[in-house]
């Protein structure tokens, strides 16, 4: 009685956090992991690496960055002609495999041209990444645990960015800005790992659910309201990249404190995003998913506004 007991106290309490069942996920959640703690050691500190290590011009990387990720863009469409073709296991794979070639490149890259390119490789590995990690959720989890699966890789992405950030605040603190070069080789390192742990993965295709679609919602219904969510997501997502580019030149120059405050903000973020993200995936936004949009629209922008008022007069 004891242990049905604590088992049903076990089951409520994950479905109160919205954690889904994990045993059999190992591989899996490894992936995820190991793929966001490369992210969290660089993606703040990119921008930082070429101005102070290499010693290019501010706003001459910038505008590299800017050029290799617009061309990167045609990726997403690309990822998902592959995935129709070979599934999303194999685009993950890839797409780790390019994040890790773009970020070793880092080491080489001596001029904006060559900022442009390396960002062309490792913005191409991103859009491939999170245009079919979604849709391998799909392939590697039951169908009643896809909405926990989905806040669970959102929240863990988060642990592996703060663990990610937290290392560089390490790195950064005993070592200097130097050791963003050594950092760039390990980043490239967990890329790699990561790719080996989804290529190990045995993935199932969902089954269709067999709804006839409505005679009341076409198509082009469906189309509108779907173009409609992507065009009001534009600002967010710009909101989003701007943060994690413009951080750390914002921390060391705007706010004039050290490199390893950057990552530190980093960690801060994630954290508060990971310990948020489920619980409110399992008990907010099923229910009001509009309003819970608005309101993290909302946060958003008093967040940007503290940041204009953090900066001294």
Not at 86 to 115: D, K, M, Q, T, Y
Not at 219 to 247: E, G, K, M, S, W
Not at 286 to 295: C, D, I, N, Q
Request: charged fraction near 10%.
């Amino acid at each position: 009685m004891s242990a049905a007991t604590d088992t049903r106290r076990t089951r409520t309490a994950a479905d109160r956090l919205g954690l889904p069942a994990m045993r059999g996920h190992g591989l899996f959640i490894t992936g995820n992991l190991i793929d966001s703690v490369g992210n969290g050691m660089l993606l703040p500190l990119g921008l930082l690496y070429f101005t102070d290590v290499q010693g290019l011009p501010l706003a001459r990387v910038g505008a590299a960055m800017t050029i290799g990720q617009a061309l990167a863009l045609p990726v997403t469409f690309l990822a998902g002609r592959l995935m129709d073709r070979v599934g999303p296991r194999r685009v993950v794979v890839w797409a780790n495999i390019l994040s890790a070639a773009g970020f070793a490149l880092f080491l080489l890259a001596r001029e904006p041209w060559h900022v442009a390119g390396v960002y062309v490789l490792v913005q191409a590995g991103i859009n491939m990444y999170f245009t079919a990690q979604r849709t391998l959720i799909t392939h590697v989890t039951r169908a009643e645990e896809r909405r926990a699966w989905f806040a669970f890789t959102g929240s863990l992405r988060n642990v592996g960015l703060a663990a990610g950030s937290a290392a560089a605040v390490g790195a950064l603190t005993l070592f200097g800005n130097g050791s963003l070069r050594w950092m760039i080789a390990v980043d490239a390192a967990t890329y790699l790992l990561a790719a080996a742990c989804f290529a190990a993965l045995t993935t199932t295709p969902p089954q269709p659910d067999g709804t006839p679609p409505s005679a009341l919602v076409t198509r082009a219904d469906h189309t509108r309201r779907y173009l409609l969510l992507v065009a009001l997501n534009i600002p967010y997502v710009l909101a989003q990249a701007a943060l994690a580019v413009l951080v750390a030149v914002y921390t060391t120059r705007a706010l004039e404190l050290p490199a390893s405050a950057a990552s530190m903000l980093f960690v801060v973020n994630t954290v508060i995003v990971s310990a948020c993200s489920t619980v409110v995936t399992a008990q907010v936004a099923p229910k009001v998913p509009r309003h819970a949009v608005t309101v993290g629209y909302l946060i958003m922008a008093l967040g940007s506004v503290s940041l204009v008022i953090a900066v001294p007069r």
